[in-house]
């Protein structure tokens, strides 16, 4: 879609994830976001969907992250892969067209019919919410 655009790739065998890298230069600053072009669009096959993930190096070295995380990718969606970034660093970070600036993890997910009930069947933990089961 993008003259400068990379095909998403894997950095090593083995790797989940495809690397994501952006079209164009930018620069955020502290607390900025920004929605950023990637230049691909995918066929993600039925039964799978996309989801969008930070790169750890960026998160770690300078704050950088994706303010939807993860951003999810419907198998039927055919447009433009587009990032949200922010900046979460004290310091104003940039990126080079061609660097590297998210992940795409391909993953099955079920899509079952949903029934509105009157009660729900018991289970152990029943109603228990956030930190009901301890330390």
């Given at each position: 879609?993008?003259?400068?655009?990379?095909?998403?790739?894997?950095?090593?065998?083995?790797?989940?994830?495809?690397?994501?890298?952006?079209?164009?230069?930018?620069?955020?600053?502290?607390?900025?976001?920004?929605?950023?072009?990637?230049?691909?669009?995918?066929?993600?096959?039925?039964?799978?969907?996309?989801?969008?993930?930070?790169?750890?190096?960026?998160?770690?070295?300078?704050?950088?992250?994706?303010?939807?995380?993860?951003?999810?990718?419907?198998?039927?969606?055919?447009?433009?892969?587009?990032?949200?970034?922010?900046?979460?660093?004290?310091?104003?970070?940039?990126?080079?067209?061609?660097?590297?600036?998210a992940q795409l993890l391909l993953v099955a997910f079920a899509?079952?019919?949903?029934?509105?009930?009157?009660?729900?069947?018991?289970?152990?933990?029943?109603?228990?919410?956030?930190?009901?089961?301890?330390?």
């Amino acid at each position: 879609m993008h003259p400068e655009a990379r095909v998403p790739t894997r950095g090593r065998e083995g790797d989940a994830a495809y690397d994501l890298a952006c079209v164009e230069p930018f620069t955020l600053a502290p607390g900025e976001r920004a929605l950023i072009a990637t230049g691909v669009a995918v066929a993600i096959p039925p039964g799978l969907c996309g989801l969008v993930l930070p790169r750890s190096g960026l998160a770690i070295k300078h704050g950088i992250s994706c303010v939807n995380a993860p951003g999810l990718i419907d198998p039927n969606y055919r447009g433009e892969l587009r990032v949200i970034l922010i900046n979460h660093g004290s310091e104003p970070w940039s990126a080079q067209a061609g660097d590297r600036i998210a992940q795409l993890l391909l993953v099955a997910f079920a899509a079952p019919a949903l029934q509105a009930v009157d009660a729900l069947p018991d289970s152990d933990r029943g109603t228990g919410g956030f930190g009901s089961s301890g330390r």
